[in-house]
């Protein structure tokens, strides 16, 4: 067959699937549902959109538009809505991940990963299986890891304050999320913070995973074809997400040939020695590992090294940036820090017990978080057998439901019309019904039962350093930034870029 015929036979099934899709919309029962005109007829306009970044600001505005329900693809749809979240996401919801969080996982259904699984089943029982090595009573045996890299990044600063020059702070905010989740997940430092590098390009790995999953989720059926040929490509390292895998492996096997901690039957520590979670999982394996096997095991900590480093970063970067851009709340913050009784020129390690009860603190990283929580795309459901209705639309089973932070966290009738402000003092209002209704739908971290599993940890060290930061640091915007906004980069992760700063020691 010649090319002529070979392009001939192409055009002729896309032209066919575009009829298809024309007659679909016709008869849809969502058909009046408003959204962009090319959404009705493809995915083309949610995958072009997302590429260049404007997703979320489009989604904004399409809401702001048309109100709760707005279409950005033939069968999916934006929900901003708090009684249609209780339906998607709520106890007891029935509505699976959709087809989109298949590039997240390796195209092999049984190997699955707790983010991508969209078997509800098999996710709540594995899930079970970590939930405890997670949990906010598991934090204190995490403070002297945390400790450990704030101490070294404020070397780090120190360092860079004696240049004077302007660094790029995200990317030093990601070493040092790095570092610490490799100390909670080994007991070992991976080394971003001694020299501020991409250590073995896992960085570089996970913003090539963050862009492939994000666009080739779209259209998923891609996927088995895609992966075995970007690996391969890549060669014996493989790529994104099996090369930040492979990396997690090796450190695995280091583990394995040092001495191995004590621990109690139910894997915790002795009293006063920080466990990390190789320990734990080593222990839950040996006790039972027909129930907690070594794909578990590896599962957990590949899931620490592909989700642990981004959200962190990124909201600390978030708070930083947002602090500096709003003077008036850095310098009330600090105030705060310095009048902690327990915060004295001696201490630097401000506890997370004691970070609780800074209720500015507190406000600070809600607030910023508010504005810009990490993921920027809608958390895809899809209505299960029997449809639903949802703010008073019934939709068919299948159909591909979600909502996306960025616009329930931007919506006036929730937060009023200062909503695009950054005001932290809207949480310290004693409208206790007020503050009921923000608080459930604050949702950086997800929502329901699929809600991000290592948020205590990255609200640990997010309340840790923060106070340190602000206590003994001061920090220049760039001149750039100082007249507008700041430059990101918006696939699933909203990623900051060049978030440059000057630092210097505070004198005062």
């Not at 600001?57 to 950005?72: F, Q, T």
């Not at 959709?98 to 092999?108: A, C, D, L, V």
């Not at 996306?404 to 695009?420: F, K």
Request: charged share 20%.
């Amino acid at each position: 067959m010649d090319l002529t015929a070979v392009v001939g036979a192409v055009a002729v099934l896309a032209g066919i699937h575009a009829i298809i899709q024309f007659l679909k919309a016709l008869v849809s029962p969502l058909r009046s549902v408003p959204g962009p005109i090319a959404a009705r007829f493809t995915d083309l306009w949610y995958f072009w959109t997302v590429y260049r970044g404007r997703f979320r600001a489009e989604n904004i505005a399409l809401h702001h538009k048309h109100g709760e329900i707005v279409r950005y693809g033939p069968n999916r749809y934006s929900i901003c809505s708090s009684s249609g979240q209780k339906i998607i996401y709520g106890h007891g919801s029935k509505f699976p991940k959709s087809s989109w969080y298949r590039t997240w996982s390796n195209p092999n259904p049984d190997q699955w990963n707790l983010f991508a699984d969209q078997n509800m089943k098999r996710h709540n029982e594995n899930r079970r299986q970590f939930q405890s090595a997670y949990s906010m009573t598991s934090l204190v045996s995490y403070e002297s890891y945390v400790d450990e890299c704030a101490d070294i990044f404020s070397q780090r600063l120190k360092e860079i304050a004696r240049t004077g020059v302007f660094a790029d702070m995200g990317h030093w905010l990601q070493c040092y999320a790095f570092d610490v989740i490799g100390l909670i997940t080994y007991s070992k430092r991976l080394g971003f913070l001694d020299s501020g590098k991409d250590i073995e390009g896992v960085i570089a790995a996970l913003e090539d995973h963050l862009r492939y999953g994000t666009l080739v989720g779209i259209f998923p059926w891609l996927h088995p074809y895609l992966t075995p040929l970007r690996n391969w490509l890549a060669g014996s390292a493989g790529a994104g997400r099996t090369y930040v895998l492979k990396f997690t492996q090796e450190r695995i096997a280091e583990y394995q040939k040092a001495e191995p901690k004590t621990v109690t039957q139910n894997g915790e520590a002795d009293p006063g020695t920080a466990v990390d979670f190789l320990t734990k999982f080593f222990s839950k394996h040996a006790k039972d590992p027909g129930t907690f096997t070594m794909y578990h095991l590896a599962m957990g900590c590949g899931s620490n090294m592909v989700a642990g480093s981004d959200t962190t970063a990124i909201s600390l970067s978030v708070i930083l940036y947002y602090l500096l851009k709003n003077r008036p709340t850095f310098d009330a913050l600090r105030k705060e820090i310095d009048s902690h009784p327990e915060n004295g020129e001696s201490s630097n390690h401000t506890t997370f017990k004691q970070s609780q009860d800074m209720p500015y603190l507190q406000a600070v990283i809600k607030e910023a978080l508010r504005l810009h929580p990490a993921t920027g795309l809608p958390l895809e459901r899809v209505v299960p057998p029997g449809g639903a209705t949802i703010c008073e639309k019934f939709f068919p089973e299948g159909t591909i439901v979600g909502t996306n932070t960025w616009v329930v966290h931007r919506d006036p009738s929730l937060w009023g019309a200062d909503a695009d402000d950054f005001k932290p003092e809207r949480w310290l209002i004693e409208d206790k019904e007020k503050l009921s209704c923000m608080e459930r739908n604050w949702i950086p971290f997800g929502l329901g039962s699929r809600n991000c599993i290592g948020r205590h940890i990255s609200f640990l060290e997010i309340s840790k350093l923060i106070p340190r930061l602000v206590r003994n640091f001061n920090f220049e915007l760039d001149e750039e930034l100082k007249g507008r906004m700041w430059n990101t980069t918006g696939y699933w992760f909203v990623k900051p870029r060049n978030f440059r700063l000057k630092v210097s020691v505070r004198q005062d």
